[in-house]
């Protein structure tokens, strides 16, 4: 099978992460792919916002380390993309950020649902302790939904990042799903098959099987990411993602150049 580009890796500017991108473009190479993306967590106003994201300051690094790998694997397509936080209230900075660099996509993720808890950190998992998973799906796929409808990104981030520790609401999430795949319709977002649920709690693609199946229905188009945080990480499971999105009836994926979206075979 041939793999589809993987548009979701870190670099180790994001301080959990390893692996330089041009070690991550030989490791591409090296598992047969023929376009990868980076799309390092984005800084914020404040430096100290949390810590584990690029500095405000190291932009311009990360934009040379990834034009270096370019240089050194011209054989290999490279994206420059950028995996930005939505948070109501950021969106003038995200859309300073993208002004800045000619960047090929922008992945917005929801990690917050509130300015303080990001569900997906090991360091806060009490949080998840203390409610109702209900009441963190609507909070998490309210976001998700405004995210699509910010006009700020092309690709939405693990779209059910909320199941990554099991606190599954009993409760049927269908209407949450529907809403936030119109919204993304809409406003042409594409989103990802994220392979990184498989190495967590949920062992599970981020989206579900439901999710993708709502998907392909609504007309929301997808992409494909490791979100490798490790040289070995890169191109990870991406044939079964594939064979997960052929299953519901995907024949094509989107591809990203500056911004603008191609429809490619799969
Ligand atoms: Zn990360
Ligand atoms: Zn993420």
Same mark, same amino acid.
């Given at each position: 099978? @041939?793999?589809?580009?993987?548009?979701?890796?870190?670099?180790? =500017?994001?301080?959990? #992460?390893?692996?330089?991108?041009?070690?991550?473009?030989?490791?591409?190479?090296?598992?047969?792919?023929?376009?990868?993306?980076?799309?390092?967590?984005?800084?914020?106003?404040?430096?100290?916002?949390?810590?584990?994201?690029?500095?405000?300051?190291?932009?311009?690094?990360?934009?040379?380390?990834?034009? @270096?790998? @370019?240089?050194?694997?011209?054989? /290999?397509?490279?994206? =420059?993309? %950028? !995996?930005?936080?939505?948070?109501?209230?950021?969106?003038?900075?995200?859309?300073?950020?993208?002004?800045?660099?000619?960047?090929?996509?922008?992945? &917005?993720?929801?990690?917050?649902?509130?300015? +303080?808890?990001?569900?997906?950190?090991?360091?806060? %998992?009490?949080?998840?302790?203390?409610?109702?998973?209900?009441?963190?799906?609507?909070?998490?796929?309210?976001? %998700?939904?405004?995210?699509?409808?910010?006009? /700020?990104?092309?690709?939405?981030?693990?779209?059910? =990042?909320?199941?990554?520790?099991?606190?599954?609401?009993? !409760?049927?999430?269908?209407?949450?799903?529907?809403?936030? =795949? !119109?919204?993304? @319709?809409?406003?042409?977002?594409?989103?990802? /098959?994220?392979?990184?649920?498989?190495?967590?709690?949920?062992?599970?693609?981020?989206? +579900?099987? #439901?999710?993708? !199946?709502?998907?392909?229905?609504?007309?929301? #188009?997808?992409?494909?990411? +490791?979100?490798?945080?490790?040289?070995?990480?890169? &191109?990870?499971?991406?044939?079964? #993602?594939?064979?997960?999105?052929?299953?519901?009836?995907?024949?094509?994926?989107?591809?990203?150049?500056?911004?603008?979206?191609?429809?490619?075979?799969?």
């Amino acid at each position: 099978m @041939r793999l589809p580009a993987d548009y979701h890796t870190h670099t180790p =500017l994001c301080r959990h #992460a390893t692996g330089e991108p041009v070690e991550l473009a030989a490791q591409a190479v090296r598992v047969g792919l023929e376009e990868i993306g980076f799309s390092d967590h984005n800084p914020m106003p404040r430096d100290d916002f949390d810590d584990w994201r690029m500095q405000a300051s190291q932009l311009g690094l990360y934009v040379e380390k990834v034009e @270096r790998a @370019r240089r050194e694997f011209p054989n /290999l397509i490279i994206k =420059l993309g %950028l !995996e930005v936080d939505y948070l109501p209230g950021y969106e003038d900075w995200v859309r300073d950020l993208a002004h800045r660099y000619p960047w090929d996509y922008f992945i &917005g993720s929801v990690h917050y649902v509130s300015e +303080s808890w990001a569900i997906d950190n090991p360091m806060q %998992l009490s949080e998840w302790k203390s409610r109702d998973p209900l009441e963190v799906w609507t909070a998490y796929f309210e976001r %998700l939904t405004m995210a699509a409808e910010s006009n /700020l990104f092309d690709i939405i981030g693990h779209t059910d =990042l909320c199941k990554k520790f099991c606190f599954y609401p009993k !409760e049927d999430c269908t209407p949450l799903f529907k809403r936030f =795949l !119109e919204a993304a @319709r809409r406003n042409e977002v594409a989103i990802e /098959l994220n392979t990184a649920g498989l190495r967590k709690d949920c062992k599970e693609i981020y989206p +579900s099987l #439901a999710i993708v !199946e709502l998907a392909k229905a609504a007309g929301v #188009a997808i992409t494909f990411g +490791s979100d490798a945080h490790a040289p070995g990480e890169v &191109g990870l499971n991406l044939g079964e #993602a594939v064979t997960l999105a052929k299953k519901t009836g995907y024949t094509q994926a989107a591809r990203f150049s500056k911004r603008r979206r191609e429809l490619v075979p799969i």
